[in-house]
């Protein structure tokens, strides 16, 4: 991972560079990574903001031997190397919100966007983005997500080296991704939960047609996340607000 690196100054999405660099033939682990970006998307069609030198704005492209619904085991392992990131570098306390977002201090600093691209029962080629909130002041951030957004830099109360940021990432993505092809998901479940928001405590649940208190579990092998009521009966929960208390 990283053998090819691509670098731009700005790009709408480093997603759709990917995209088209997997069409193009490009092999497994290509990288590419840009100071800005103009498009930048986030989950639920939502936008991602992207300021120029603030953050790593940055796409993998992978091409896994692996049947679809594994995909999103993935996105789980690309959060455990990103919190791995954070947690070596001391002095903050990473956390992964099921589904992939990570959070210092209760706020999100930040999100993975997985797109795949499958045919029939197998996965063409997955892109993996990560953005990450490094160098932001709080002067950076909106002042409507004051509560609930924040960067490496406002928690670590610290500048961060985005070069070497970007390598670590790397090296640890690439080792997370070793143990995961050698030892399976198990081990990426283990480490997801060790980082994992609210795990083994009471939240509130609610979708689309109820909301209930119910205590985390646990991650499932399909990246659900598995959820039990106060009658102790277990569900397997797929799309979800987590709100606690
Ligand atoms: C989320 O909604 O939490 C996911 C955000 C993902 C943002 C990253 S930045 C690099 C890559 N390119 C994009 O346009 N989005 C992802």
Redesign the pocket.
């Known amino acids: 991972v990283g053998q090819h690196l691509y670098h731009f100054d700005q790009v ?5 560079v990917v995209h088209q660099m997997a069409k193009q033939g490009k092999p497994h682990g290509t990288v590419v990574i ?1 100071d800005e ?1 103009v ?6 069609a ?1 936008n ?1 903001d ?1 300021p120029k030198g603030k ?5 993998i492209l992978l091409r896994p031997n692996l049947p679809p619904f594994q995909a999103p085991q993935l996105t789980l392992l690309a959060a455990t190397a990103l919190a791995k990131m954070m947690d070596a570098h001391g002095g903050i306390t990473p956390q992964i919100k099921w589904p ?2 990570i959070l210092v201090n209760h706020k ?1 600093v ?4 997985t797109e795949m691209q499958a045919e029939q029962d197998k996965i063409q080629y997955v892109v993996l ?4 909130n490094v160098n932001q002041g709080i002067e950076d951030i909106p002042f409507d997500l004051h509560h609930k957004a924040s960067s490496l830099k406002i928690e670590s109360g610290q500048d961060w080296n985005i070069h070497e940021t970007v390598q670590q990432i790397l090296r640890l993505f690439e080792s997370t991704y070793d143990q995961y092809v050698d030892l399976g998901f198990k081990e990426v479940k283990r480490q997801w939960e060790h980082y994992g928001y609210r795990i083994g405590e009471e939240v509130t649940i609610s979708t689309m047609k109820r909301t209930w208190k119910a205590t985390l579990v646990g991650i499932e092998p399909d990246g659900a996340l598995r959820a039990k009521d106060q009658g102790g009966h277990e569900e397997k929960l797929y799309s979800a607000e987590i709100h606690w208390g």
């Open positions: 709408e999405s480093t997603q759709e840009a970006q498009k930048g998307k986030g989950r639920m939502r991602w992207s953050g790593i704005w940055m796409s992939n977002d999100k930040s999100g993975i966007l983005g990560m953005g990450i």
